[in-house]
């Protein structure tokens, strides 16, 4: 997924946008080049306010393992029974975990035309997934001013402007 044009701090962000939904947990992978080094932000926020926040880079990456990890931190900082949402802005992700993991689960990880790219974070992801029964994974575009959708990507670029 290409990058935005403009590089914002999470402050910035902050100042600048104010749209999209105000509670929830937001995740995004950044990459410049595929592969190439990248990173990825994950922000978890009720009513306006964040709760948590995790950050990461790796120089040699690419854009879908920076979204995996991206969703795996955001499931990660949840507690199991938390009822709320995931965003993100990787579709492919999303549909990863909402409808084709299932069956690659019950064909023994395989899909029916060739391996799955990621595995073990696919699997880690999932599983995640499983045992946040009451967290719903939805998909939100990309760079049209949601807010906290704009910090987890300020998140994610972050190691781009150090």
């Known amino acids: 997924m290409p990058r935005s044009a403009t590089l914002y701090t999470p402050e910035e962000v902050l100042e600048r946008f104010h749209a999209g939904p105000t509670s929830g947990v937001f995740t995004d992978g950044s990459c410049e080049g595929n592969p190439g080094p990248g990173g990825w932000g994950a922000v978890w926020v009720d009513d306006d306010r964040i709760v948590a926040e995790r950050d990461g880079h790796d120089p040699a990456t690419t854009n879908n393992r920076m979204e995996l990890t ?15 949402t995931i965003y993100s802005d990787s579709n492919l992700c999303v549909q990863t975990v ?14 029916k035309t060739g391996v799955i790219a990621n595995l073990p974070l696919v699997q880690r992801l999932y599983a995640l997934a499983r045992q946040h029964p009451k967290v719903q994974l939805r998909w939100i575009r990309a760079h049209d001013g949601s807010r906290w959708n704009e910090y987890a990507d300020a998140l994610a670029s972050r190691y781009m402007l150090r």
Do not use: C, S
Not at 70 to 84: F, R
């Open 98 to 111: 909402n409808e084709w993991a299932p069956q690659w689960e019950q064909r023994g990880w395989k899909r």
């Open 70 to 84: 991206a969703l795996i931190a955001g499931y990660e900082m949840l507690p199991v029974d938390a009822e709320t």
